[in-house]
């Protein structure tokens, strides 16, 4: 089993999980292990080498919906695409939705994702009404904001180590259809993104940002297009358009190398804002390609070859995020590694519901890096960036953060582990909290 970032493949015992009555004593039957739903985790948060994992994608059942209300139980293997697909015809739609629909419900709010429109919805917790919990032991728990709410913070961004999600209780928005008014911006040099990221609030609903790492000066200093960028902004456009088909394309195999590397880093980079240039300005478009980029290319983590790649996704308080992530960027910049797609967006001012929820208040930057030679010593010189200036990085996403990193950044981690099951476990929280 595998995770999407594709840095190991390693034996599990695979528990399939398909009617919610019998979960309780699969648990009991099983040796410890975590819940694993559709595996678009990019590190080791769903992996349990050498042990069990539970998986949930059978766990997919709607149970009830409420149409005057927007208010939908459903178990925890729905995939946020699918509830997607029935409900916006109905007029409504999940208030929050990650960079990809191919997530479930239950990893959703384990990890507490965040999308575009943080500053104005929050994380998917904060629309998160109830969730029912089977702990190892056979004692099922029922928690939401109003009811026994310490089980509830430790569970949504709890990286699926308080029990096993099986249902949950959302709360739709009202959304009046597919449709998005957006805009692409051009922009060269990190002031002219916060900028435009300020001037986008709260106007725009979705605000994300491509930044070219190649491009050197990030901080906008090197004249031309050094720290080139295009912003995105698009909020919900009541207007009927033609019928939208998806165009899909595929990545059906792996490269026996990278196809990301130092030689194609800066010639991609260069391709991806050349093709972007047509798309300046404002137009109409239909909300999955825009919150969903990659999800057009299937398998597109493939791309990075038989040896997988990294994501490193990082939060930096606001006060000093231009300094910070302009060091971030020239660190990288100097590595000669780098990202086709280096995403940054500033998050909103409020904070998550969960314990260990990785958003706050600040700005975060994502990075993809091929796995090889190197690699980590670029990122013990971003670690200590991101340290100094407060921030932390993103459990979801993350393979290699070392402990103390860990224990700095979330420091309600003391909370949280009251409530841990200890016939729960992960290749991650062993690497993070010792078991």
Same mark, same amino acid.
């Given at each position: ?94 208030? $929050? ?141 009541? $207007? ?12 059906? +195999? ?26 300046? !300005?404002?137009?109409? $478009? ?18 990075? !070859? ?36 280096? +995403? ?72 949280? +582990? ?18």
């Amino acid at each position: 089993m595998s995770s999407w970032g594709r840095l190991s493949a390693l034996p599990h015992d695979v528990v399939e999980l398909s009617d919610r009555a019998t979960v309780a004593a699969a648990l009991a039957r099983s040796r410890p292990g975590i819940a694993y739903g559709l595996g678009r985790s990019y590190g080791d948060v769903c992996l349990n080498p050498g042990g069990t994992l539970w998986r949930t994608a059978g766990l997919d059942r709607l149970i009830h919906f409420d149409a005057s209300t927007g208010r939908l139980i459903c178990e925890a293997g729905v995939v946020l695409r699918d509830i997607q697909n029935l409900f916006l015809p109905r007029g409504w739609g999940l208030a $929050v939705l990650p960079g990809t629909q191919l997530v479930t419900v239950g990893g959703a709010i384990a990890n507490d994702v965040h999308g575009k429109n943080h500053h104005g919805s929050g994380t998917f917790g904060d629309h998160v009404l109830s969730i029912r919990l089977q702990r190892s032991d056979g004692e099922e728990i029922v928690c939401g904001p109003a009811e026994r709410p310490d089980w509830f913070a430790a569970t949504v961004g709890g990286l699926g180590l308080t029990g096993l999600i099986v249902e949950a209780e959302l709360q739709l928005r009202r959304v009046p259809g597919p449709w998005l008014e957006a805009e692409t911006i051009a922009y060269a040099g990190l002031d002219a993104f916060f900028r435009l990221s300020d001037e986008s609030h709260p106007a725009w609903e979705h605000t994300v940002s491509w930044i070219d790492c190649t491009s050197g000066g990030a901080g906008g200093d090197a004249g031309g297009d050094a720290g080139r960028g295009l912003f995105l902004r698009a909020r919900p456009a009541a $207007v009927q358009q033609g019928a939208w088909r998806a165009r899909r394309l595929a990545m059906p +195999v792996s490269p026996p190398i990278s196809l990301i590397n130092r030689l194609t880093l800066k010639p991609i980079n260069q391709l991806y804002w050349w093709l972007n240039q047509r798309h300046l !300005g404002p137009r109409i $478009v239909h909300y999955q390609p825009f919150l969903f980029p990659l999800d057009a290319i299937a398998g597109w983590n493939r791309a990075y !070859g038989p040896a997988g790649f990294y994501q490193y996704q990082c939060v930096v308080p606001r006060e000093n995020a231009p300094a910070v992530i302009a060091s971030l960027l020239a660190e990288i910049g100097r590595s000669g590694a780098g990202s086709v797609l280096a +995403v940054l967006k500033t998050f909103g001012e409020r904070w998550p519901p969960g314990l260990l929820s990785f958003p706050q208040p600040g700005t975060t930057l994502a990075l993809d890096f091929h796995n090889h030679a190197g690699v980590e010593a670029l990122f013990e010189r971003l670690d200590a960036l991101v340290v100094a200036a407060g921030g932390r990085l993103y459990p979801a996403k993350d393979a290699r953060m070392p402990r103390a990193m860990f224990e700095a950044g979330y420091p309600r981690l003391g909370e949280f +582990v009251r409530y841990r099951d200890p016939g729960i476990s992960s290749a991650m929280s062993r690497r993070l909290m010792g078991g």
